[in-house]
């Protein structure tokens, strides 16, 4: 079946403009999580979602970050104001609510 | 703060064991070892997973010490494929910490 889905797969925006990647997960996983990955470092967890709600935000770095998830399938996950920093993989995982985790291909997020 | 320690990098010849070592010596009773990998350019992909016995999957074998303070990976026969960042990761299962932490994990080379 088709797995975790990511676009764009590439994104190369201006500093202070707004971006949304999205992320399709595995049909029927009520669990979607999405982490970020800096060059040469693993990923590092963002934020959960457990069906419709956020069940952990606590890895959002700053008031910038904010992701939807509204009918409890695909998410949105948007960042305001971007700065040169916020350059890097976003990557999407899904689950079943006890399962492992299936990563997409990730979104490059290049801020010029 | 990371809960593993991981080589940063290893070489494997084509056909030999491939034998990744993580130290996990804050492990607590609740607690599962989980490997995931990456290959360039890709999300990362699950392993294998176990909690106290040693486990064995189509993909790897996973020996964990009897005091659960370190463990091993074990790709049986590596090929070239098989070239990827190695991440060791602990986690709880069904605590909602649902979250993994990655660290920086092994770089695996396989050498032909």
């Known amino acids: 079946g088709a797995g975790v889905s990511q676009t764009p797969s590439n994104k190369v925006t201006e500093k202070g403009k707004y971006v949304e990647l999205r992320c399709d997960p595995i049909s029927g996983h009520t669990a979607l999580y999405w982490y970020r990955q800096s060059l040469g470092q693993g990923p590092e967890f963002l934020i959960y979602f457990q069906g419709t709600g956020a069940a952990d935000d606590s890895g959002l770095p700053n008031d910038r970050f904010f992701a939807v998830r509204p009918e409890g399938s695909v998410s949105t996950l948007k960042i305001q104001r971007t700065e040169r920093g916020d350059s890097a993989v976003y990557l999407c995982?899904?689950?079943?609510?006890?399962?492992?985790?299936?990563f997409g291909p990730g979104t490059r997020l290049t801020v010029t | 703060d990371a809960k593993t320690t991981q080589p940063p990098s290893m070489d494997c010849a084509e056909g030999r064991a491939a034998n990744l070592p993580c130290n996990h010596s804050?492990?607590?009773?609740?607690?599962?070892v989980y490997w995931y990998r990456q290959i360039h350019s890709q999300g990362p992909q699950y392993i294998i997973h176990?909690?106290?016995n040693n486990e064995t999957n189509e993909m790897a074998s996973l020996i964990i010490t009897e005091d659960r303070k370190s463990s091993t990976l074990i790709l049986p026969h590596a090929t070239l494929r098989d070239t990827a960042v190695y991440y060791c990761i602990v986690r709880e299962v069904g605590t909602g910490a649902n979250n993994l932490f990655f660290g920086t994990g092994t770089r695996l080379t396989v050498i032909p």
């Open positions: 176990g909690l106290k």
């Open positions: 804050t492990i607590s009773g609740n607690e599962y």
């Open positions: 995982a899904s689950s079943s609510r006890t399962g492992e985790q299936y």
